[in-house]
């Protein structure tokens, strides 16, 4: 609904949203039309930008915002909602009390978070009054200053995002990996600190209903990223085996990662990538004797098949010896053309990962039939269905008798139950707040 005619301004899809004006531009605009009939008026500002960030998502701001519903209907007020989450609302001095009310009401729902722990601290961090009359001049600057940090910021992402594409650009067809680079990758390798590029990505049980449970996490160090911030411009995967050299080093530094506690917080089993030689070094020997038992058997090493089958005996030998000691063994890099080469059970691997792929629907009942009997001789709660970009990818897993899934269409599935419990809680506390609002008004 546009400004002044009275309602909370609702999200169209993306394509019109790009033809409409910002919240930011619609208030500026309500403001100057507003300057011939600011007398009897008042502004409520809502600095929800202060709190912290896990108390300002989408359905927290929502629910503060159709706390003021009721006025907006009864053409009493008006509300913008900016894109830096804050709240603006104006409205007649009639309903004073009932907006203090709503106030009140609003910083209720954040109690917990730390800019209103303290009951005693000034609200000016939270809320400032205006008087649209006395003040307009001061709301006029305060307005016409976040349309212009919001350009800012918008021009400045606009360079960022250009300079990155530029970037990814170069590096499709960026220069060959050469001896001579690698060198002085793996000589930098030594002195970063790359718990900045450690990325985190969970395999999860999904229900019919779309449900994640998280079974464990894989832990692992992200190329692009790290190709970004120490060797744009190369092109890390036009020699196999000198990448391959390369994610041995890495395998090393995410071990020292691992051991070290204080670096970053770990729950739960965890999976992580490591070569064969890798697992055969003095470096794995000295990681192994630093952690505990109960340790290692919350932990999966992640081998790639190629890396397996250049030398089997040696892979054998290091899965008997992990084994020995409590990991897990996971076979990574299978397709549903290599998956029939490969006997979990012979090989001895507690887990595999099958990569999906469309071809896997498009192949036909043939194929789905095949791709079935292949996961039932695997065992199917052993098999994990990888890289996952949509929700076709878990029908057809569901299909086939696949247990386990992972991959962004299931980070998303993650957030998006994570936020469904947060709206629970939020829609829980608000019903204990208008029920302790009762009892106070009985007294």
Not at 38 to 53: D, E, F
Not at 116 to 129: A, G, I, M, P, R
Not at 203 to 221: G, L, N, R, T, V
Request: glycine share 4%; aromatic share 8%.
């Amino acid at each position: 609904m546009p400004a002044g005619s009275g309602g909370i301004v609702v999200k169209r899809p993306e394509d019109v949203q790009k033809r409409l004006p910002s919240q930011e531009k619609l208030l500026l605009d309500y403001l100057r039309r507003l300057e011939e009939h600011k007398s009897g008026r008042h502004v409520v500002h809502l600095l929800l930008s202060n709190l912290k960030s896990y108390n300002r998502r989408e359905h927290h701001v929502r629910a503060a915002a159709n706390s003021f519903e009721f006025l907006i209907k009864e053409l009493q007020g008006q509300l913008f909602i900016l894109e830096n989450s804050d709240l603006f609302f104006f409205f007649k001095t009639d309903v004073l009390p009932q907006v203090e009310t709503i106030v009140q009401k609003v910083r209720f729902l954040f109690s917990d978070d730390p800019l209103l722990e303290d009951e005693n601290q000034d609200d000016s961090s939270f809320s400032v009054w205006y008087d649209a009359d006395e003040q307009y001049q001061e709301i006029l600057h305060l307005i016409q200053n976040l349309v212009n940090v919001k350009e800012q910021n918008r021009s400045h992402a606009r360079a960022r995002m250009d300079t990155r594409a530029a970037l990814k650009a170069r590096q499709r067809e960026g220069e060959p990996l050469t001896p001579d680079v690698l060198a002085k990758v793996e000589t930098a390798l030594e002195r970063a600190d790359l718990s900045n590029l450690v990325r985190r990505q969970f395999i999860c049980k999904i229900d019919q209903q779309m449900i994640p449970e998280q079974a464990f996490s894989e832990m692992f160090i992200s190329i692009a990223d790290l190709r970004e911030t120490m060797i744009p411009g190369v092109n890390l995967m036009s020699n196999r085996w000198l990448f391959q050299h390369l994610t041995e080093s890495l395998d090393l530094r995410m071990l020292s990662l691992l051991s070290k506690t204080d670096t970053f917080t770990i729950s739960g089993d965890i999976s992580f990538n490591a070569n064969v030689a890798t697992l055969l070094s003095p470096e794995f020997q000295e990681f192994d004797d630093n952690i505990s038992a109960a340790k290692r058997g919350s932990m999966i090493v992640e081998l790639q098949k190629v890396d397996m089958f250049s030398d089997l005996g040696a892979y054998l030998f290091a899965r008997e010896y992990m084994q020995d000691k409590g990991y897990r063994i996971c076979i990574d890099g299978l397709t549903h053309k290599t998956l029939p080469l490969i006997e979990r059970e012979r090989l001895g691997a507690d887990l595999i990962k099958l990569v999906w792929h469309p071809e896997m629907v498009d192949g036909g009942a043939d194929m789905h039939e095949r791709i079935r009997g292949m996961v039932k001789r695997a065992n199917p709660a052993r098999v994990i269905l990888c890289r996952v970009d949509n929700r076709e990818a878990i029908d057809f897993g569901h299909s086939v008798g696949i247990g386990l899934f992972q991959g962004h269409f299931v980070e998303n599935l993650i957030a998006e139950d994570n936020r469904r419990r947060e709206l629970l809680k939020l829609k829980r506390r608000m019903e204990r707040a208008a029920e302790e609002a009762e009892e106070l008004g009985e007294y």
